[in-house]
Structure formats: C-alpha cells, structure tokens
C-alpha cells in the first residue's frame, strides 16, 4: 500500500509497529534517530512518517518541523506517536507541521485506521 518512514528509537516499539505495518501491508522503512529519518525521508520519499518525539540528539518536534519547512518533504504526512499525552504536546506537535498525534501505546486497529487515512 504505502512506504511509510518510521522514525523510534525504542527497539520494542519499532519491531511492534514495523509488524503492525507490514500486516496491514505498507512497506517499511525505520530510523532510530531523527538525523537519519529526516535524511529517509529525503532520499526516499515516504508517502507518511510515523514520529516518536522523545528521540536521542534532535527530538521529534524538531524533526517535524524541519519535515515541515523542507521543500522536499513539506507534502509528507507525520503522525506523531509519543507518550507525552498533555494537551500542550499535542497542541505542539500539530503546530510543528504534523497531522495526527496519537498517544502510546496505541491500539493496532486506531494506529492502522489513522495512517490509512492519512495515506487514502
């Protein structure tokens, strides 16, 4: 269906939703951190980034909004993923440029639904 980049650097977290992905039949590409997502994203073009935003070096934000701001991948869907589950995170998070946020730990069936609606 999709290439979607998912940018975690928690192990678990990235083989949960890299399985969840893969059953639902997107292709997947990974990052553990968001230097080298933010690189993916420009040199492979995802049709969606999954976001973590408590990332080792530049955070999640930072990266959205650069995503956000880079004539490269601006078009590209983030979905935020974060346990940081305060209405300012979220009010933030959709300010960086992202359209969805969804707080840890999601359920398959929502985390799936939100991303295909993000990439029809």
Do not use: C
């Not at 977290?13 to 890299?18: G, L, Q, Y």
């Not at 995170?89 to 840890?104: F, L, T």
Request: negative net charge; proline residues 5%.
């Amino acid at each position: 269906m999709a290439r979607i980049l998912l940018i975690e650097d928690s192990p678990t977290d990235r083989a949960v939703f890299t399985q969840w992905l893969e059953k639902a039949g997107h292709e997947v590409l990974t990052a553990d951190n968001a230097e080298d997502g933010l690189q993916l994203a420009r040199s492979q073009a995802p049709q969606l980034v999954l976001m973590d935003v408590v990332l080792p070096g530049m955070s999640g934000f930072q990266a959205t909004r650069a995503l956000s701001r880079d004539q490269a991948t601006r078009d590209i869907p983030v979905l935020i993923v974060s346990t940081k589950n305060m209405e300012t995170d979220m009010a933030w998070g959709m300010r960086q440029g992202a359209s969805d946020y969804v707080v840890k730990p999601p359920r398959e069936v929502d985390l799936i639904a939100r991303i295909n609606k993000l990439v029809g």
